[in-house]
């Protein structure tokens, strides 16, 4: 599918926006449960972030197998070729599900929806694409994910640059020639880090510019031949049961105790087993305490400083990229995974500018000029990030009830919503990986389960009773607020400006974007919710 003609108004159980994992899960769910339902796409295939996340270097940082479906239908028939795969075998992987849950008859590719308008009469989202065509949906799903919407710096002379200038996200599907260039990335997150040192490697010259630095920890990639994989196929089947019980979504968690219940040599010992599992645990697998006490995320900061600055030759450098005063608390900006990223400043081609120290004054026809001097580039590529969690919602025109709109609802009101999957005042509307839910601290596939699981669930009920309508209380939604925000400032996270408190973004209200209490426990209240006929919840709208 994916015809861009206009149509008349096609009539449906429920629309889906988003061709990524929630999507994709959601509309095999809704279509085996016997729902009228279709999904529609921007881009023009599968993969949500991994179809327009193309860019040198970019690949997953959940290890293999944990960023997969659970279906066995899938797992059974597919083979990883690497611990942590990149953004084509991503892509490929889609479209193995693609085929396996014959999903194309019910996609609409290059599909751009403008509004989604709550029909109060008929109990009906009346939803309008870009292009013209029109969905009446009793059920509007727009599991937009975490980066739908980019964000880009408001520099002054951005659009006077003569060279190639492109943002992350937005990647030319005709791979640019970057041999011998010179070369700007801009930012310094987890594209920025996964980028930069794959252009390190073909560029004449590469400039990073860096506002923080991103404390990175060390990918241990792994090549599977055809016969091997990263877990036994015979066990992955328990594997996924542990995954659903895991905090984060991964099958590890916290340690059952605190920093300093080790003394020092137990405690060096513990960090070093961390340190060369070469993925997240030494960030999410470590002691309980590490995001929430000052003492004890300084002691796992100190290891990972002595361990970055060991690989950097330059003392400018270390101070830069590892400070000896900490910059931050560890862990409470999202950590990247690297593999060559810090030996990459010793090479003497590549450059990193501190725009604390020398900001960005404008862009010119051939570069960048600073306080200290003009940089001539031939490409500058903005990693720069995303308006993150909320932009995917805002950037529709989304309005509920008495035309209340959802952007201003989130400008007043900061990201309210109610189990992180609903909002008060928008009936029938349900998202996975938004505000308010464990999103971007649990791993992807397993939240988009545990929650598109939970929204047919609620589906079912309204089909099964003749109820034409389900919508949060505003009382609910403040209360359910209040626990996630306890959460987080009972923790370090505020304590660090980053895309988890909304700060990337100019005139966004800051406030925790996740659920910090862990998976199980979220997967927990949802269950309890649907338990005591959706407390928190009213119905409206008994068909006859």
């Known amino acids: 599918m994916g015809s861009n003609e206009t149509t008349s108004v096609e009539e449906l159980d429920a629309l889906i926006i988003g061709a990524g994992f929630s ?54 028939n597919w083979h990883w070729k690497q611990r942590f795969p990149d953004h084509k075998q991503l892509r490929e992987y889609f479209q193995f599900v693609a085929e396996k849950w014959d999903l194309r008859k019910d996609t609409f590719f290059n599909t751009y929806i403008n509004s989604a308008i709550w029909d109060e009469v008929q109990y009906k989202w009346i939803i309008t694409a870009q292009d013209g065509r029109i969905f009446k949906a009793t059920f509007f799903l727009p599991h937009t994910g975490i980066a739908a919407s980019r964000s880009v710096p408001d520099w002054r002379g951005i659009e006077y640059f003569k060279g190639l200038i492109v943002h992350s996200s937005y990647w030319p599907h005709d791979e640019p020639d970057l041999k011998g260039k010179k070369v700007a990335v801009i930012g310094t997150g987890s594209t920025g880090v996964q980028l930069s040192h794959a252009v390190s490697e073909v560029a004449g010259e590469l400039t990073v510019f860096q506002r923080t630095p991103a404390l990175c920890l060390p990918m241990k990639q792994v090549d599977y031949a055809d016969d091997e994989e990263p877990i036994p196929k015979s066990e992955l089947e328990e594997f996924f049961k542990v995954r659903n019980r895991g905090y984060w979504g991964f099958d590890f968690g916290f340690l059952e105790k605190n920093t300093f219940d080790d003394n020092e040599d137990e405690r060096r010992a513990i960090y070093e087993e961390l340190w060369k599992a070469g993925d ?6 470590t002691y309980t305490d590490m995001l929430f006490s000052p003492k004890a995320n300084n002691e796992a ?65 051939k570069g960048i000029r600073t306080s200290e001097k003009e940089w001539e580039f031939d490409v500058i590529i903005l990693a720069t990030g995303f308006d993150a969690v909320t932009g995917g919602l805002t950037t529709i025109d989304v309005r509920g009830i008495d035309n209340q709109s959802l952007k201003q609802k989130f400008l007043e009101q ?15 509307m349900f998202f996975s990986y938004g505000p308010g839910a464990p999103t971007a601290f649990c791993n992807g596939p397993t939240c988009a389960e545990v929650q598109c699981d939970w929204i047919a669930e609620v589906m079912n009920r309204l089909r099964r009773h003749g109820i034409s309508s389900i919508v949060a209380d505003e009382s609910s939604e403040k209360a359910w607020g209040e626990q996630v925000q306890g959460i987080a400032n009972a923790s370090l996270l505020p304590k660090a400006k980053s895309w988890y408190m909304g700060d990337n973004i100019a005139g966004k209200p800051r406030a925790s974007l996740m659920y910090l209490g862990g998976l199980p426990n979220y997967h ?8 005591s006929g959706y407390k928190g919840f009213h119905f409206q709208g008994l068909r006859a």
Request: glycine residues 8%; contains cysteine; charged residues 25%.
């Open 414 to 428: 900061g990201p309210a919503t109610y189990y992180g999957i609903s909002i008060a005042g928008f009936p029938n």
């Open 280 to 285: 997240f645990t030494y960030w999410l697998g």
């Open 524 to 531: 927990e209240k949802l269950k309890n919710c649907a338990s």
């Open 301 to 365: 900061y100190k290891f990972w400083r002595e361990k970055t600055r060991a690989r950097l030759n330059d003392p400018r450098l270390q101070e830069l990229l590892a400070p000896q005063e900490q910059p931050y608390p560890f862990g409470c900006k999202r950590v990247p995974l690297e593999r060559g990223y810090y030996e990459m400043f010793n090479k003497p081609n590549v450059h990193l500018v501190n725009v604390n120290e020398t900001p960005v004054v404008e862009v010119t026809e």
């Open 23 to 76: 999507g994709v899960y959601q509309l095999k769910k809704l279509r085996d449960e016997g729902y009228k339902v279709k999904m529609v796409e921007s881009g023009s295939d599968y993969g949500g972030i991994w179809y327009w996340n193309r860019y040198p270097g970019a690949r997953v940082d959940s290890h293999a197998p944990h960023y997969q479906f659970s279906d066995p239908e899938l797992w059974k």
